[in-house]
C-alpha cells in the first residue's frame, strides 16, 4: 500500500529492453513474459532469430519416441502425407531469438510496409495481409528482409517455418521483383497473399434428414405473409426430389500449418430411418445418401408411419381455422372434395384460395373466395367478390366472376363471366363475353358479347344488351392494335417516298437534255485524248447518283406498298366471321332490347332496336348496294 500523500510510480516509457537471448517454443509468450519484466508493452519489442530447429518422433500405442533433430536441408521432405497423415506422428520447433526494444537493435525491415498474418478456421492456410497505403523501397538484401519479416510473423502467431510455404518464396520474389522495376511500390488497395499451406482436413458429416417438399414453396420476400397458406397439403410432381437423408460420414485428417494432428470427429446420428414409402414413391440410394422420389402427381400424406402420394382428398370445408388456403396447382392431379352444403354456410371460406386439378364444392363459395382448376362444379352459390377460372366450369348460382373455356351456370344473378362457351339456364342479370353464348331463359339487365353466336330460348325481360365483336380475346385485341400501329407507320413512310420520287423525277426531267449533252461532250474529249474536264466529270456523275437513288427509293416503295396492303388485308380479316355471327331469339321480343354490332374497319357500332312482339328471330350483319351496312333478319 502506498504511504499517505505518495504517488505511485508508474512504468517508464522510455524504458528499453537490453538484448536478451532466449531459446523458446512459444515466441510471443516469451516477448510477453519479458514486456511485463520490463514493465513496457510487448509491441515496443521485436526480435532477430539467431537459430531454428526442426524436431520429429513417431510414438507407438505404448510408449513416447525420443524427439530428433531434423536437419534444415531437409525440412521439405517432411510434406510427405503419409508420415503427417499419421496420428502417432509429431513435430515441434524452437526457436533461438535475440529479443530487443524496437530501435535498439537493427533497423526496422521495411518500416513502411503494414505486414499482418492471418489463417483459416484450421490453420492450414496461411496468409499475410499487406495493408492498403503501404510502401514498399528497393535496397540490397530486400528478398532477405522480406523473408525474414514474414518468418518473424508467423513465429509469433505459432506457424512453423521451412515447412508447408514452399511458396513463399515465390511470393517474395515477386514483391522483390515489383521493388526492382519501380524502385518505390505503393499498394493502394489492400491484398492477400498465400504462404504456406498444409493438409486441410474434411469435416465430419452428421446424419440429417431433409425434408425436401416442405422447402420446395417459392417466397416472395416482397409480399405480404399469407398467413391463410399454411400447407394443409403439400402438392408434389412426378419425378421431385421428396425427401433426402443424408448419410453420416467420418471425415479426413489433416495436419495444420502449427504441425497440429487434426483428428476428425465421429457422426452424430440423429436422424435414422424409420418410416416406410409405398410403390408411389421411389428410392435412390448412394454412398452419400438415400433419396425419396415421386412417381407421380398428386400431394404427399404420411399414415401408418409411410409416406405416399394420394391423388383425392375429402374435407367438409376450407377456412381460416381449419386448413387455410390449398394450393396444389392445377397440374398437380389433385381433385379435392368440399362436403359442406348448408346453404347459410361458406364450404370455401372468405379469402380463401383453392388451387386443384379438379374441384367439387357441394356448397357455397365465400366472399373474397378464390378457386383455379382444370375443372370445377359449385353446387351452392358463389359470393358476389368471390372469382373462380377453370377450363371446364359448372355453377349452381353465379354472383361473382368467372373465367373458362366451357362455362355452364344454372342462375346468373348479376356475375360476371368470360369464357369461349357459356350455357346458362337462367339469367337474371349480368355481364357474359364469349365466343359463343346460350341463354334458355333471359330476364332482364343481361349484357351478352359474343364473337360468334348469342342464342336466347326464351325472353321474359327487357332492358338487354346482346352485342356482336369480332375482336374479344386479349391475343386478338393486342395484335389489331400492333396492326393498327403498323399500318400508320407504313402509311407515313409510303407518304414519305412518293414525295421524295416525286421530286427525283422531276429533277432528272429536266437535267436530261443537259445530261446527254454532257455525256456527249466527254465521249468526244475521250476519243480525242483530251482530259475530261472536272466539273463535267461531277455533273456526270451527280445525275448518275440520282437515277441509281430514284431506283433504290422505287424499290423500297413497292416494298413498303406491298407490306401496306397485307397489313390493310390483315385487319379486314380481323372481322371476317362477323358476317356468320348471329344474334338469335326462339321467342317473342319483349319491352326494350338493343343488338349491336362492332365493326374493326371501318370502326364503328351499329345498334338494332327489335320491336316487342317483333317475329324476326335471327339478326346477322349485311352489307348494302351503297356499301353501308346494317343489322338485318336473316336466315340461320
Request: glycine share 6%; proline share 3%.
Amino acid at each position: 500500500m502506498a504511504l499517505f500523500g505518495s504517488k505511485e510510480k508508474k512504468p517508464s516509457s522510455s524504458k528499453s529492453v537490453r538484448p536478451t537471448v532466449v531459446r523458446t517454443q512459444n515466441v510471443a509468450k516469451e516477448i510477453q513474459n519479458i514486456a511485463k519484466s520490463y514493465e513496457v508493452p510487448a509491441e515496443k519489442l521485436d526480435f532477430n532469430i539467431l537459430e531454428v530447429q526442426t524436431y520429429t518422433r513417431m510414438n507407438d500405442e505404448n510408449r513416447e519416441a525420443e524427439w530428433e533433430l531434423v536437419e534444415e536441408s531437409a525440412l521439405y521432405e517432411l510434406d510427405d502425407q503419409t508420415a503427417l497423415l499419421n496420428p502417432f506422428f509429431q513435430i515441434k520447433q524452437t526457436y533461438e531469438i535475440e529479443i530487443f526494444s524496437l530501435g535498439v537493435g537493427m533497423p526496422q525491415a521495411c518500416p513502411d510496409l503494414r505486414l499482418a498474418i492471418g489463417a483459416n478456421a484450421t490453420k492450414c492456410k496461411v496468409y499475410i495481409s499487406v495493408g492498403a497505403g503501404s510502401k514498399i523501397r528497393y535496397k540490397v538484401g530486400i528478398d532477405d528482409e522480406l523473408t525474414t519479416l514474414i518468418n518473424k510473423k508467423k513465429i509469433r502467431a505459432g506457424i512453423l517455418i521451412g515447412i508447408f510455404d514452399e511458396m513463399l518464396k515465390g511470393v517474395v520474389s515477386k514483391i522483390s521483383a515489383d521493388v526492382r522495376v519501380n524502385e518505390e511500390v505503393v499498394y493502394e488497395k489492400a491484398q492477400s497473399l498465400l504462404v504456406a499451406e498444409s493438409i486441410e482436413p474434411t469435416a465430419t458429416t452428421d446424419d440429417d434428414l431433409i425434408l425436401h417438399y416442405e422447402n420446395n414453396k417459392q417466397v416472395d420476400e416482397s409480399e405480404k405473409v399469407d398467413y391463410a397458406s399454411r400447407g394443409f397439403i403439400q402438392s408434389v410432381v412426378k419425378d421431385e426430389l421428396l425427401i433426402e437423408y443424408i448419410k453420416p460420414r467420418l471425415g479426413t485428417a489433416g495436419r495444420n500449418c502449427r504441425g497440429e494432428y487434426m483428428e476428425p470427429s465421429e457422426p452424430k446420428i440423429t436422424h435414422e430411418v424409420t418410416f416406410k414409402v409405398d410403390s408411389t414413391i421411389r428410392v435412390e440410394e448412394d454412398e452419400v445418401s438415400i433419396k425419396y422420389f415421386a412417381n407421380e402427381n398428386g400431394y404427399i400424406a404420411f399414415e401408418d408411419n409411410t409416406y405416399l402420394i394420394k391423388n383425392d382428398l375429402e374435407i367438409d370445408e376450407v377456412s381460416f381455422k381449419k386448413t387455410g388456403s390449398i394450393r396444389s396447382g392445377v397440374n398437380s392431379d389433385v381433385i379435392l372434395n368440399v362436403s359442406e352444403a348448408d346453404a347459410v354456410k361458406d364450404a370455401v371460406g372468405t379469402g380463401m384460395h383453392v388451387e386443384v386439378t379438379e374441384l367439387e364444392v357441394e356448397g357455397n363459395v365465400g366472399s373474397h373466395a378464390k378457386v383455379i382448376a382444370q375443372k370445377a362444379t359449385i353446387g351452392g352459390q358463389t359470393h358476389s367478390t368471390a372469382f373462380l377460372k377453370a377450363d371446364d366450369l359448372d355453377i349452381n348460382v353465379h354472383k361473382g366472376k368467372a373465367v373458362g373455356k366451357e362455362v355452364k351456370i344454372t342462375r346468373l344473378e348479376h356475375g360476371k363471366v368470360k369464357a369461349e362457351r357459356v350455357r346458362i339456364a337462367q339469367a337474371l342479370g349480368g355481364t357474359i363475353v364469349a365466343k359463343e353464348i346460350e341463354i334458355e331463359i333471359c330476364a332482364s339487365h343481361v349484357k351478352a358479347t359474343a364473337s360468334q353466336k348469342i342464342e336466347i330460348q326464351k325472353m321474359q325481360g327487357s332492358e338487354n344488351t346482346f352485342t356482336i365483336n369480332p375482336v374479344l380475346k386479349e391475343d386478338v385485341k393486342e395484335g389489331l392494335e400492333e396492326n393498327k400501329e403498323s399500318i400508320e407507320k407504313l402509311k407515313k413512310t409510303v407518304r414519305e417516298l412518293e414525295q421524295e420520287i416525286k421530286k427525283y423525277e422531276i429533277l432528272i426531267k429536266e437535267g436530261t437534255p443537259a445530261f446527254l449533252e454532257i455525256k456527249k461532250r466527254l465521249v468526244h474529249y475521250k476519243k480525242s485524248g483530251v482530259k475530261l474536264p472536272a466539273s463535267f466529270v461531277k455533273k456526270y456523275k451527280e445525275f448518275t447518283h440520282m437515277q441509281e437513288h430514284l431506283k433504290e427509293i422505287q424499290k423500297e416503295y413497292a416494298v413498303k406498298n406491298d407490306q401496306l396492303n397485307l397489313q390493310t388485308t390483315r385487319t379486314a380479316s380481323f372481322q371476317e366471321s362477323i358476317f356468320d355471327a348471329r344474334v338469335i331469339n326462339r321467342d317473342r321480343w319483349v319491352g326494350y332490347n338493343e343488338i349491336r354490332f362492332i365493326l374493326v374497319d371501318p370502326p364503328m357500332k351499329l345498334v338494332y332496336k327489335p320491336a316487342e312482339n317483333s317475329k324476326d328471330m335471327i339478326f346477322g350483319l349485311v352489307e348494302l348496294e351503297d356499301g353501308e351496312y346494317a343489322i338485318k333478319a336473316v336466315k340461320e
